[in-house]
């Protein structure tokens, strides 16, 4: 079962940025679409961004211009560049397969944590 881990959130104010990571550790990446959630407390997770394998990405409406997600296939790695943060995107941050029927374990996430 491939494993995959989230790194790079932290405190930062808003109309910052941050860049968010996801390594994966089975070749599922590379043939998979995947995404980045996010989850508020008290708040189901929510769908944030998708790369397919090819590169073509998705993008939540309240995230559109702001975010952008990228992979690095030879490197088994996804990321997240984050611009213009704002209190509404604090949550911690998952990434997981986009293909619902190859949706691995949820990992620990990363915080991200927007002040005003």
């Known amino acids: 079962q491939a494993q995959l881990v989230e790194s790079g959130g932290g405190l930062v104010q808003a109309g910052g940025s941050l860049r968010l990571s996801c390594a994966a550790s089975g070749r599922i990446f590379l043939v998979n679409t995947m995404g980045w959630y996010r989850q508020a407390p008290g708040q189901q997770r929510e769908f944030v961004a998708a790369?397919?394998?090819?590169?073509?990405?998705y993008y939540a409406d309240s995230v559109k211009g702001r975010f952008t997600i990228s992979r690095d296939n030879a490197k088994y790695t996804m990321y997240l560049q984050m611009n213009s943060l704002k209190p509404e995107d604090t949550a911690v941050y998952y990434c997981?397969?986009?293909?619902?029927?190859?949706?691995?374990?949820w990992g620990q996430g990363t915080q991200v944590t927007v002040s005003s």
């Open positions: 997981n397969t986009a293909l619902l029927g190859l949706r691995l374990p």
């Open positions: 790369a397919t394998s090819g590169g073509t990405t």
